[in-house]
């Protein structure tokens, strides 16, 4: 029961960071490393969907974020996956994954 709660406020709250984000972006001068692959496994129920993981940039290095399960707020959501773009000036930006 305890489990099955901390799992529950653990995606409330990276759904609430993730909604902060929103279509944020930022810039950054060299291009992320290449992303890690793993297996994904069988999501944990309907209404579950999984998020990719992501190279961030955090104290002036490259750190990965681990993708992960999440259920989706609302039953027609889905889930637009952030991504690293290069610019015309030849910057790289990240625009944050949402829901649409």
Do not use: K, N
Not at 24 to 36: C, F, I, L, M, N
Not at 87 to 93: E, H, L, M, N, V
């Amino acid at each position: 029961m305890r489990g099955a709660m901390l799992a529950s406020a653990a995606v409330l709250f990276g759904t609430v960071l993730t909604g902060c984000g929103g279509y944020g972006h930022y810039y950054v001068g060299a291009p992320p490393p290449p992303p890690r692959y793993h297996v994904i496994g069988v999501a944990p129920g309907p209404g579950w969907v999984w998020t990719d993981g992501y190279w961030d940039r955090r104290g002036g290095r490259w750190f990965w974020v681990e993708g992960r399960w999440m259920r989706t707020p609302h039953q027609r959501t889905q889930w637009v996956p952030g991504r690293w773009e290069e610019t015309r000036r030849g910057r790289w930006a990240f625009r944050r994954g949402h829901w649409r």
